[in-house]
């Protein structure tokens, strides 16, 4: 029993030790990112264009010919009463 109470707190040393590893890897880095986003100027991206500087005009959406209606005509027989 004692050698899995070693064992065991072996264990959690390992883990902490490598999770303060890793909190402290990840400060330093947000550390660096920090200072680089700091020292590059942000560009703008340019506006579009507006749609007065493009003379194009776009083509009219053609007309779609629709057919002629027909009147149906009531066929059925009318019912028996």
Known sequence: MAMIGRQEARLERTYYKALHELQRLRAEREAKLALVSQSTPVEQVPAPPSK????????????????PHKIMRDTAAPPNL
């Not at 007065?52 to 057919?67: C, D, H, L, R, V």
């Open 52 to 67: 007065k500087t493009n003379n194009i005009q776009s083509p009219a959406e053609p007309e779609i010919p629709t057919p």
